[in-house]
């Protein structure tokens, strides 16, 4: 320790780790009886708690002891400020006007920033924006909720039940209880382009090109660098990992990384999609690429008057969708006949979903939009008849903001009932989560938010679930800490 007053000591750890995704900072500072512990990612102010004892003995004891497990873990002295926070690259459209026709508009939503994360599932539609603000909203427009992230929002991701944002800081939070929690953390070296996640294991798009995964346990799997750089498009299924970048699609092993085929396109790949034996990445030059996953061979492609930053298709791979830098949107037959052009009118379409007839844009004015993609809806709206689009107002909802305190309840109050009893426990120089609870494996670990764990703490889970490999669990829901 070095002092820094008569009765102060300070105490400043790091841990980052080459090949990992570790890159945190862990500080201890002793003042009196009083123990302030300051956590969090290196380059970022982190999480603070102090904690008062007895006496200064018992303060410098408890202390001592803290450092020294993260000593133990692989933490090291170092001096704050050497190691630089992570690069941030945002992604940038000069969007202009459209020249086409009105798109026929059910409702739109400002989030209040430019927004890149949605996600439309079976209830709700999720958007992200750079200013990091999640809402959700009901299929009919109207806000049912608000949580508040650290950092801008990269991209919103579903695995099954559960959904991920992750963030220009490098975290992935878990969106599954009322307070957002992180489950992953990103490399310190990797500046994010995109991420998407199949059965716990995410995968990672990058600016130099690369292409990394890690496992449920935000564990490093494997790192592949391809020929070109700008990863826009990371699309990954039970078989392989589909990347997307300046000289291409690459498809590489889901298990192990190795490269399976590579498909060159007219221009750079800025965005990507994938339905179950296809994958589709729209280009620089105004091209949308349909690929077959099997081989990477091309079954079509479609024309768009732009550069193309967003692309969907429906379901059954009967339509096509795409945005281009002109606030235009197109759909298109599967076959690569144009179908229709229209205009957003609210700026350029930064990611988008299609679903049950609707197409649901964000925006660089911020918007979620939902549009109607009938063919009823459509030939009006050609001849310029327009429903009165909605304006969804979500002003008043406060926001679940990350890093929350977590509730502790005693075991056997009202509040300990119904749920799922978990355990950490130390695992070498890892935290694990095992299912204490019976009725389920206990060799298996469990996909449990990584701030709050603490070694040999038990909490209480609303619900643990299998993953769809079956190989692990993961925890969903409020989790509270049993005392």
Known sequence: ?????????????????????????????VAGVDVTITYGRIGESGQTKTTAYPTPEKAASAAAKKIGEKVRKGYAPAV?????????????????????RQAPVLWRFNSGAAAFGIFVGEEHAWVGNERGDVYTLTHDGAVTGRYGLPDGVKCIVADDWWIYAGCDNGKVYDLGGKVPRVAYEIAEDVDIYWLDIHDGVLGVADARGGITTVDHEDEFQWRRSAEGTDGWMVRCDNDGVYHGHSRGVSRYAARGGAPVWHTRTEGEVLFGWQEREE???????GWVHRLRKADGSESARYRCDAAVFSCAASPDGRYVFAGDNHSS???????????WKLGTGCGSAYSM??????????????SLVCLDASETAVRAAEEGRLPQAA??????????????????????SAGAAGGIEV???????????????????AARRVQFPKDIRVPGARYLVAEVMESGSGSFYRARGDIKRLL
């Open 353 to 366: 979903q299609y679903r049950d007839g609707r197409l649901y844009l964000v925006t660089t004015d911020g």
């Open 391 to 412: 304006e969804v107002d979500g002003s008043g909802w406060t926001a679940a903001v990350a890093g929350a305190e977590i509730e502790s309840v005693v075991v056997g």
């Open 80 to 100: 704050r400020g050497v190691r630089e926070r992570r690069a941030v690259t945002r992604r940038a459209i000069v969007s202009s006007r459209s020249t086409a």
């Open 423 to 441: 355990e950490c426990v130390q695992d070498g120089t890892r935290l694990r989560v095992r299912v204490v609870s019976p009725g389920y494996d």
């Open 279 to 285: 994958v589709f990445a729209g280009t620089s030059r």
């Open 1 to 29: 320790m070095s002092a820094t007053a008569t009765d102060t000591q300070s105490t400043y750890l790091e841990l980052s780790e080459d090949s990992g995704s570790a890159h945190k900072f862990y500080e201890v500072l």
């Open 329 to 339: 949107v197109y759909c298109f037959d599967a076959d690569g006949t144009r179908l």
